[in-house]
């Protein structure tokens, strides 16, 4: 068993039109680990605990089969095509993090993080995350879930430049349905990535589609781009762009387009991290706008 933690001190900023209230801010997270072999297999758990032990935030129960993978139930921790949401290189947070809307983050990522068993395996530099929900995503301690919603699948295939024979280079693509409900038809989710790094330099763009399982629904398609640079080891930088184009099927189509700046600054333990990030015609509502702009100073434990 193993115990790690961290503590952040934020400053957060919002655009005019909003109420900040009290800008300062502190989030504290700990995190329990442990492991051990049951009947041959290696059998691990995590827990991570944010801000206080009321709750627990997220969850992982694991057990590694050799060459077979990994299975996993996961209440939190990420998987499937989940993580694969948005792989634009940022020198601290994503360019849609702090923003309102109820997209502004990553289109992708069907089954959630909650009520679902998960498998991985690597085969050659190429990994396969692949996730599975039946019914509601709520998290729930035991029991059946009582949130309302249906089942769903991902996954995720990701893969580095040993695997592409092109050092430097990652490259991943994704693909998931979701049934909003037993009457309605699935959501479909996919994902396409690739990023590119010489030197000090990271560049990397990603395409993703939401097709609606309704005709009432609104598809949307996403392209983004973002470039990082590490100054040196402690210091670091980047920007990106996004576009998010809303298909509406009565009214008139809307894209959205975003851009952020991010830097970071690593001190042994101890790191300071800010973004600056607006968006135009947010989530598809023309004209309306949106900014942020957030420092933090972090220690971990």
Do not use: C, H
């Not at 990271?202 to 100054?231: C, H, P, R, Y």
């Not at 998010?244 to 959205?256: C, F, H, I, N, S």
């Amino acid at each position: 068993m193993s115990v790690s933690g961290a503590t952040m001190l934020t400053y957060t900023s919002e655009d005019g039109s909003e109420v900040t209230g009290n800008p300062f801010g502190m989030k504290t997270n700990i995190g329990f680990t442990a492991s051990g072999e049951v009947n041959g297999y290696t059998v691990s758990y995590m827990q991570t605990v944010a801000d206080q032990f009321a709750g627990m935030s997220s969850a992982r129960l694991s057990v590694d089969m050799g060459d077979m993978g990994t299975v996993a139930f996961d209440q939190g921790s990420g998987s499937g095509l989940g993580t694969i949401d948005d792989k634009t290189p940022t020198a601290a947070e994503e360019i849609w993090d702090g923003l309102d809307g109820v997209t502004t983050g990553g289109l992708v990522g069907n089954t959630g993080a909650s009520g679902v068993f998960n498998y991985v395996n690597s085969f050659n530099g190429t990994t396969l995350n692949a996730a599975v929900r039946s019914g509601s995503g709520t998290k729930n301690a035991d029991g059946a879930s009582s949130g309302a919603g249906g089942s769903a699948w991902d996954f995720a295939i990701t893969t580095d430049g040993s695997s592409m024979g092109v050092d430097g280079m990652t490259a991943g693509v994704g693909y998931g349905e979701n049934e909003e409900s037993d009457t309605s038809g699935s959501d479909k989710d996919s994902t396409v990535f690739a990023n590119y790094a010489v030197g000090p330099v990271t560049f990397g763009a990603q395409f993703s589609n939401l097709e609606k399982g309704t005709t009432a629904g609104t598809d949307e398609q996403a392209i983004a781009w973002g470039i990082a640079v590490n100054i040196n080891e402690s210091l670091s930088v980047s920007y990106g762009e996004r576009e998010v184009e809303y298909d509406k099927p009565t009214l008139a189509d809307v894209t959205e387009k975003g851009e952020g700046v991010a830097v970071a600054y690593t001190m042994g333990s101890m790191k300071i991290a800010g973004n600056m990030n607006e968006v135009s015609d947010n989530d598809g509502t023309a004209g309306s706008t949106d900014s942020m702009t957030d420092i933090a100073l972090s220690f971990a434990f």
